[in-house]
C-alpha cells in the first residue's frame, strides 16, 4: 500500500507569517503534487514535481512556492501567509500519469 | 485548459437506492481516476479508469472517451457511502490532474 505523510495535521500561522508544510512518500513515485482545498472549489492543483529538485506551476501557484530536495519529500512554503490561504493542503503521489496516492492532509488556519 | 464537469452536485438517497455519479469533460483524456472523501478527509482511490468499464463490489466506473465522459454507479446505496465523490483527469503531457467540484452523496437509512 502507497504511503503518502503529510506535516503537520493541523496549524495556526499568523498574517505575514512563514509556513512550510511537508510530504513524504516511501512509494518510490516520480511525481509529487500540493493541491489545496476549499469549500465550492474542490481540489485545486498549486505545485508538482516529476523529478528531484525541480517543480513546476499548477494552477494556482501565486503566493506559493515548492521544493523537491529529494524524490521522497516535497514541500509548499507560504512566505508571507495571509487570510485567503486559510484552507486544507492535500499532498499526493503518483508513478508517472497513473493514480495518484493522497495524505492526509493539513489543516491551515491563517489568522 | 481542461474543463471538467460533475454531476449531479448533491444527491439525496434512501438506503437500497443506486446512484450514477457523471464526470464530463472538454478535451482528450490521457488518465481518469474516480476518488472518496469523508467530510474532513483525506481521499481514497476509488478507481482508476482511463478507459472501458472496472467493477469493485457495489462499485462499476465506466469510461467512454468518445462520448467524454466517466460515471460511477454505486448499487444498493449504504450509509456508510455518504460523503463526497470526485473525479480527477489528465489530458496529456506532463501529467497535471484537474479534479471535478464533486458529487455529495447523503444516505438516509
Known amino acids: 500500500e502507497a504511503a503518502v505523510t503529510q506535516s503537520p495535521r493541523s496549524k495556526v500561522a499568523v498574517t505575514g507569517g512563514k509556513v512550510t508544510l511537508s510530504c513524504h512518500q516511501t512509494n518510490n513515485h516520480d511525481y509529487m503534487y500540493w493541491y489545496r482545498q476549499d469549500t465550492g472549489h474542490g481540489l485545486r492543483l498549486i505545485h508538482y514535481?516529476?523529478?528531484?529538485?525541480?517543480?513546476e506551476k499548477g494552477d494556482i501557484p501565486d503566493g506559493y512556492k515548492a521544493s523537491r530536495p529529494s524524490q521522497e519529500n516535497f514541500s509548499l512554503i507560504l512566505e508571507l501567509a495571509s487570510l485567503s490561504q486559510t484552507a486544507v493542503y492535500f499532498c499526493?503521489?503518483?508513478?508517472?500519469?497513473?493514480?495518484?496516492?493522497f495524505g492526509p492532509g493539513t489543516r491551515l488556519t491563517v489568522l | 485548459g481542461q474543463q471538467v464537469q460533475q454531476s449531479p452536485a448533491s444527491l439525496v438517497l434512501q438506503e437500497g437506492e443506486n446512484a450514477e455519479l457523471q464526470c464530463n469533460f472538454s478535451t482528450s483524456l490521457n488518465s481518469m481516476q474516480w476518488f472518496y472523501q469523508r467530510p474532513g478527509g483525506s481521499l481514497v482511490s476509488l478507481f482508476y479508469?482511463?478507459?472501458g468499464t472496472k467493477h469493485s463490489g457495489r462499485l462499476t466506473s465506466t469510461t467512454v472517451i468518445k462520448e467524454r465522459r466517466s460515471s460511477l454507479h454505486i448499487s444498493s446505496s449504504q450509509t456508510t457511502d455518504s460523503g463526497t465523490y470526485l473525479c480527477a483527469l489528465d489530458s496529456g503531457g506532463n501529467y497535471k490532474p484537474t479534479f471535478g467540484k464533486g458529487t455529495s452523496l447523503v444516505v438516509h437509512p
Open positions: 479508469n482511463p478507459s
Open positions: 514535481s516529476y523529478v528531484a529538485d525541480s517543480t
Open positions: 499526493a503521489s503518483s508513478l508517472s500519469s497513473y493514480e495518484q496516492y
